[in-house]
């Protein structure tokens, strides 16, 4: 029996949270690689990064007693070639790593998108640019959400703030993934993938997903050769291409948004944040609403597509509204467009801290009276 | 290559398609009775094409040599009275984009043959790497893969984790392998992976129009090397085969070339043994073919040729460098 395992036989509970039954107590890094498993990945390509390094210690342990591939490659470009060729043999695969591999496999994930390859990617975000700090931050959201590599793909980019949506999104980003054959990236802070929860494993949903006829498994019974390229050369068969290529991400822009609302329907100050920034601003919403104050939360879990579909029912009337990330202001733009496509031009302030600095509840509450003061004309 | 044919006349039937020709006239070069000329009139890519001269059948031996060399399989011998065939696989499709006398069309043109005679086009998946090989799965009938520079080894370890009854084999060029992919290649043969690996060695960047690369000669040319390759400005070439050779997870590496008809079905036998190798011994095999890039080195693709021979080898010695344990695979 693996240690892994060991964990998630045992139903335990936090100091401050005894579990509830069926539930377990993991990391977030943790809790990916056992819902990956759960989802029934044949191969993880790894190389290791802080702070995801726990993600392949995991898998390393728990992957070939299953019979499944676990490759430590001498690279992050090495591991997601990996990726581009399981996944173009029609396995269900996955790679993982921090900030700076995330940028060396950007090639290889735009091969993937081109080549339309299902796959699931794990960034567990550090502090940047460079070689920065290993200490969480989302100063990657840009990179994820705005293509990343080179051609101007899109690809789901799901953004969890508890161990419990670590496990959930994991499940949920590999079924996009086969869905649509598209690589689909969960986006995490480096705080939450170390951070320990009690949690409940939810069942993969593996229906209607469509069988993996192109895939190069040989060509068996004389059926017609596959192949799994991304280069098409003449610019009347590439433009035609991209056009299904972004058919596609409308498609997905339409079917899969998904965003939590919390006390925004009242509120004249809603704070929108993803990830650990949307957790902690949350906890700021209680102490505003405690203080008297109308504060609510839209918190985007879908980073592509950005929830625009939960921004309106919030654009009925005047609001104000205060974007809080961990990095320098990059959803923020995503905010106003989304504001502004909407047909309102709400002020939109913006808090940030960068670098492996997490605010607090009460820095927010503090940033919300500075920029709006109660009653106040700013 | 071969096969039986059924009798019909004493005299051989050979055929030179005009259209497919692109005038290289490495037929005219390996053609040991001296009955092959260019044609007076232009085909439709605006080359001579090249033909028997008037009575060449007569004086025709009907060795093959023509059919053989010519890198884009434009030419079909049968010699009736041996019951032999020299000509394009069936496998082998489509025109190629190659420049004329490239050597990579021969190259192909024994991949396809050796897959079919070992009766695995089924399982057989094939990596083009970027370069010009990257058009690699316009012109043998399985499945392929295309990758980026420089990962087809580890797009080829993707593939063969998950289905490891299939065949993988990578097509790279000198670039590819040996320049950004240098640490992709060597892992390979750390991991053992059960790839074979048809290493095209022209000792330029072809595709991009000849510029230095990994392999280039001390004192060659290029178009990013006006002065020709110094040690200051650009330091040695690279020889890979050998250092490949000294990693455990290779248990076969040769080096070879197409630059003639013995040479051609020379590098046929070390494909044929490569494949079987991986079979075998369930590791890395590495089959390095010395290369002519007539258009990236300026030359005529037959001068090309003396150019390899007279330069290329007294670096990249051709012979088999490691044969597997228990001798070479049968």
Known sequence: MTA?????????????????????????????????????????????????????????????????????????????????????????CMTSSSSPGISLKQEGISYIAGAELPCFIVNVMRGGPGLGTVYGSQEDYWQSVKG?????????????????????????????ADLYRTPTLLCLDGTLGQMWENLRFGKFDESGLPPKDWATTGRKGGRKPNLISSII???????????????????????EQRWEEYQADDADVVIVAFGLAGRIARTGVDLMRAAGRKVGLMRPISLFPFPVDGFRPLVNRPRKWLVVEMNAGQMV????????????????KFYGRQGGVIPTPEEIADVVEREFPKGGAR | MTGTVTEGAVLPRVEFDAQICKGCGVCIEACPEDIIEYAGTF?????????????????????????????DSAVTVDN?????????????????????????????ELLAEVIDELGIKEVAVGVASVGCTVFAYRYIDIDWQQAAHGRATSVAWGIECQHPELRVFTVQGDGDLAGIGIGETFHAAARGDPTVIIFLNNA???????????????????????????????GYPIVMTEALALQEGCSFAVRTSVHDAPSIRKTKKYIRQ??????????????????????????????????????????YKPGVIKEPPGGMPR
Not at chain 1, 29 to 38: L, N, P, T, V
Not at chain 2, 207 to 232: E, I
């Open chain 2, 43 to 71: 085909n439709h890519r605006g080359v001579r094409p090249t033909q028997l001269v008037p009575d060449g059948l007569v004086r025709c031996s009907a060795c093959g040599n023509c059919a053989v060399v010519c890198p």
């Open chain 1, 333 to 348: 733009e995503d905010v106003k467009t989304t504001l502004f496509d909407l047909g309102r031009l709400d002020p939109v």
């Open chain 2, 204 to 234: 330029i960047y072809g595709m991009t129009g000849g510029q230095l690369a990994p392999t280039s000669l001390m004192g060659q040319v290029t178009s990013t090397s006006l002065a020709g390759r110094n040690v200051k400005d650009h």
């Open chain 1, 233 to 255: 050369i003449e610019p009347p068969d590439l433009e035609a291409h991209n056009r299904e290529l972004h058919a596609k991400y409308a498609r997905i822009s339409q079917r």
């Open chain 2, 274 to 315: 490569a494949f079987l190798n991986q079979a075998k011994n369930k590791s890395l095999s590495v089959v390095e073919v010395v290369s002519a890039c007539p258009s990236g080195w300026r030359l005529d693709p037959v001068d090309a040729h003396k150019y390899l021979v007279e330069h290329l080898f007294p670096v």
């Open chain 1, 148 to 176: 990343g590599g080179h051609g101007g793909y899109r690809m789901p980019v799901m953004a969890p703030a508890t161990v419990q949506e670590c496990a959930d999104l994991t499940m949920l980003c590999i079924r996009l």
């Open chain 1, 4 to 92: 892994g395992a060991g964990v998630l036989e045992a139903t335990q509970g936090t100091a401050t949270e005894p579990a509830a039954e069926g539930e377990v107590l993991l990391k977030g890094c943790e809790a990916i690689a056992e819902a990956a498993i759960r989802s029934g990945i044949d191969a993880y390509f790894a190389y290791p990064i802080t702070p995801q390094t726990d993600i392949p210690e995991y898998l390393a342990e728990r992957l070939p007693g299953l019979g499944k591939t676990y490759t430590q490659a001498n690279s992050e470009i090495s591991a997601i070639n990996m990726v581009y060729g399981a996944a173009g043999a029609g396995r269900r």
């Open chain 2, 80 to 108: 009736l009275r041996k019951h032999l065939h020299y000509g394009k696989n069936a496998l082998r499709i489509g025109d190629m984009h190659y420049c004329p006398g490239c050597d990579e069309g021969t190259v192909h």
